[in-house]
């Protein structure tokens, strides 16, 4: 079963940091592109970055490019999303997700791919 975890969300000023950990469960011998998405209310969830394996390819939008990196440490089975220069807009529920891509490998691995799986998010604030 997969489980998908976040914390590490909060309040924080323009132009600061936060990093957000996702600590994930998997199976062990499948392979997984992880991402990170977002969400504001009355808006579609979006997708802000996305890995592939823990030195794989990483996808980012373009609005999150240069300011944010998406990290996976399987040692650690925690998936991170350091966040720097952050704006007001980056206000969202922040969510965790995994899609099982062994029959494809890193090809179907982006931040537009479909995910199966799901965390319970966590909320980040940027106040200006």
């Known amino acids: 079963q997969v489980q998908l975890v976040e914390s590490g969300g909060g309040s924080v000023q323009a132009g600061g940091s936060l990093t957000l950990s996702c600590a994930f469960s998997?199976?062990?011998?499948?392979?997984?592109?992880m991402a990170w998405f977002r969400q504001v209310p009355g808006k579609e969830r979006e997708g802000v970055a996305a890995?592939?394996?823990?030195?794989?390819?990483?996808h980012y939008d373009d609005s999150v490019k240069g300011r944010f990196t998406i990290i996976q440490d399987n040692a650690k089975n925690t998936l991170y999303l350091q966040m720097n220069s952050l704006k007001p807009e980056d206000t969202a529920m922040y969510y965790c997700?995994?899609?099982?891509?062994?029959?494809?490998?890193?090809?179907?691995?982006?931040?537009?791919?479909?995910?199966?799986?799901w965390g319970q998010g966590t909320q980040v604030t940027v106040s200006s």
């Open positions: 998997v199976y062990q011998y499948a392979s997984y592109c």
């Open positions: 997700a995994a899609e099982d891509v062994s029959l494809y490998g890193g090809t179907r691995c982006g931040v537009r791919a479909h995910f199966t799986y």
């Open positions: 890995i592939y394996g823990e030195r794989g390819r990483t």
